[in-house]
């Protein structure tokens, strides 16, 4: 069975500090893969994307993702977290005509 | 530009009610999905329409749910005697539909049955 798991339900981190949320993913063949940001009371937002090519994708807000195919993660990063990072995050891959959302992590930012 | 709009954005019915939700996709965009989303939870997948090919209802929980789209446009998804465990974030996005293109979401309808 193809599925994304998103094994932290809650991430804190302190303002300044590196964050890192995490993703892996099952599925036969190469899917792409996605990040997407959900604030409060909006609509998910895209963040960044892989497809092919160098495994280190960089995105939105500067957010940046690693593609690991042997560990089958693509966990989302960000050197140095602001306050205003603090949302609801979804890692997701797309697969044969079909979108495969993890079921999220709250990312809180703290000053 | 436009981005995916959807419509009402709040929807309180009773129980039993029938609902109507819309979604209209940006323009150009082929393909449309429709998800569901509970309070604290993520993206359930429920139907996905691309161009005038066949939908993908293999998402839809049960028959009475059920999804049209006219051409590559206007969606509608319709919940028939509405459950109170239907009460979710209904959420809708398009893409270009040309594999694997970035989805853009629209708002959402936040509905609630009494």
């Known amino acids: 069975a193809q599925s994304v798991a998103q094994p932290e339900d809650q991430v804190n981190v302190a303002e300044g500090n590196p964050l890192t949320v995490k993703c892996t993913y099952s599925?036969?063949?190469?899917?792409?893969l996605f990040w997407y940001v959900q604030y409060p009371n909006r609509g998910l937002q895209f963040l960044l994307k892989?497809?092919?090519?160098?495994?280190l994708v960089k995105g939105s807000y500067g957010f940046e993702a690693e593609f690991n195919k042997s560990q089958t993660s693509f966990h989302l990063k960000k050197p140095s977290a602001l306050v205003s990072d603090s949302a609801l995050y979804f890692c997701a891959f797309y697969n044969f005509n079909k979108f495969y959302f993890g079921s999220g992590t709250k990312l809180n930012v703290k000053p | 530009g436009a981005g995916v709009s959807q419509s009402p954005s709040n929807k309180v019915t009773e129980k039993g009610k029938d609902v109507e939700l819309r979604c209209d996709p940006i323009?150009?965009?082929?393909?449309l999905y429709w998800y569901r989303q509970r309070l604290g939870q993520g993206l359930e997948f429920l139907i996905y329409f691309q161009g005038n090919s066949a939908p993908d209802k293999s998402g839809l929980p049960s028959d009475r749910f059920s999804a049209e789209r006219t051409g590559e446009s206007v969606s509608t998804l319709t919940i028939q005697r509405t459950q109170q465990e239907d009460s979710a974030v209904y959420l809708c996005?398009?893409?270009?539909?040309?594999?694997?293109?970035?989805?853009?979401f629209g708002p959402g309808t936040r509905l609630l049955v009494l």
């Open positions: 996005a398009s893409s270009l539909g040309l594999g694997g293109e970035t989805q853009y």
């Open positions: 599925v036969s063949g190469n899917p792409y």
């Open positions: 323009s150009g965009h082929t393909a």
């Open positions: 892989y497809i092919t090519g160098d495994n």
